[in-house]
């Protein structure tokens, strides 16, 4: 599953809206849930230091096999348990929220690990149409909706293979244990935890930017 889920993130996956919302100091950034690596390895452009941590070993020996770089540090990592020892200017998190058991818990060690200024950016699923239950048969049938236009713009091979991922049965079983919020929910908790956060609409998902507050003055 990691070997497919790589080929198809690497044609969807989207760090614009990451890129967009850097702050302005870049020492050292953290990456919740990443997954092969795609998004650590754009972030290693831009920061003189990527922690990138996932709780998938294979992900993790995909991303340092293709997306190896001398300032990035892969590690195995829960979000659910943190012990970060370190802070980060910055923290992004793509589509790993939905799996967590407590996610304002998260949120809170996340933010207590940023350095005044420092910015969390975060992008998760969100159900525009929460009364529609996102389980196998939903997803299959956004998978069908998805192929032809995958077919035109990645070609029928890659369209095939993009369409056999979201219809295999560990994508599917992967599914069935998401937890999505509904938009009003999303926001009512991220903003409990986030005072202040800037949410922004991103089709199936809602993006999340908070800046740290400055130091106390002395």
């Not at 540090?73 to 992004?92: E, K, M, P």
């Not at 909706?145 to 990645?154: A, T």
């Not at 409990?192 to 003055?217: E, H, K, S």
Request: hydrophobic content about 45%.
């Amino acid at each position: 599953m990691a070997e497919e889920y790589d080929f198809v993130a690497t044609r969807e996956e989207r760090s614009a809206f990451f890129l967009d919302h850097l702050p302005e100091r870049r020492h050292r950034v953290l990456d919740v849930g990443c997954g092969t690596g795609i998004l650590a390895h754009e972030l290693s452009r831009h920061f003189a230091s990527v922690v990138a941590i996932d709780i998938s070993e294979p992900m993790l020996a995909i991303a340092r096999a293709r997306r190896a770089s001398p300032n990035i540090v892969y590690g195995r990592g829960d979000a659910n348990h943190f012990a970060l020892d370190q802070t980060f200017d910055c923290i992004v998190s793509h589509t790993t929220f939905h799996h967590l058991e407590d996610v304002s818990e998260t949120l809170r060690a996340l933010r207590a690990s940023l350095e005044p200024r420092g910015r969390l950016i975060l992008v998760d699923i969100a159900s525009r149409w929460p009364l529609i239950p996102r389980n196998a048969c939903t997803s299959t049938a956004k998978a069908c909706l998805k192929f032809p236009p995958n077919l035109f713009r990645h070609g029928p091979r890659s369209a095939w293979r993009i369409f056999r991922f979201y219809t295999s049965r560990h994508w599917l079983d992967h599914v069935e244990s998401d937890q999505i919020l509904s938009r009003a929910r999303f926001r009512e908790v991220y903003a409990a935890a986030l005072p202040g956060a800037t949410f922004i609409p991103l089709r199936y998902f809602l993006g999340v930017v908070w800046q740290a507050p400055d130091p106390p003055a002395a």
